[in-house]
């Protein structure tokens, strides 16, 4: 499953989706979710985080910024769901250096690291990430998932 696309009909297909992708992410992985409003992004990071079997609710860390959810199993990575969100809307931030505040570097030797809204500044703190991208298919509640494994 290095590529793909998928058309996601239902809640539950989102979060198989993200199950199947989770079960293949280590330690050391940087996922990017991009999409609208709505697109499913924390459904999908709810699915990883069941297949890498983190402890907590995955719920959008959209006013924390970052949720740490360490792994049950012995060995097993930690998830970081990060959201950036909040930060768009400041538009004199320096979004690097409040993602680099979270010391995301440090953690990805031991984590996960899945980051709502990061697109085009989260490359920057790892050297390949998994992108995925959700959109709406117009009038309806069917969403297309297309992911694909990024070099910088």
Do not use: C
Request: charged share 25%.
């Amino acid at each position: 499953m290095l590529n793909g696309t998928a058309t996601l009909e239902h809640v539950a297909d989102t979060l198989e989706l993200g199950a199947r992708l989770g079960e293949q992410l280590r330690a050391g992985d940087v996922v990017v979710l991009t999409g609208p409003l709505g697109a499913g992004k924390t459904v999908l990071a709810k699915g990883i985080a069941r297949a890498m079997d983190v402890d907590g609710p995955v719920t959008s860390p959209t006013f924390v910024l970052a949720r740490v959810h360490p792994a049950r199993r012995a060995g097993g990575p930690a998830l970081v769901h990060v959201d950036v969100y909040r930060l768009l809307d400041q538009h004199d931030a320096d979004l690097l250096a409040e993602l680099d505040s979270l010391d995301l570097d440090t953690e990805l030797e031991d984590a996960v690291v899945v980051v709502e809204w990061g697109e085009g500044l989260v490359e920057r703190l790892a050297q390949r990430h998994l992108d995925i991208r959700l959109e709406r298919v117009t009038h309806s509640d069917v969403r297309i998932a297309t992911w694909e494994w990024v070099h910088a």
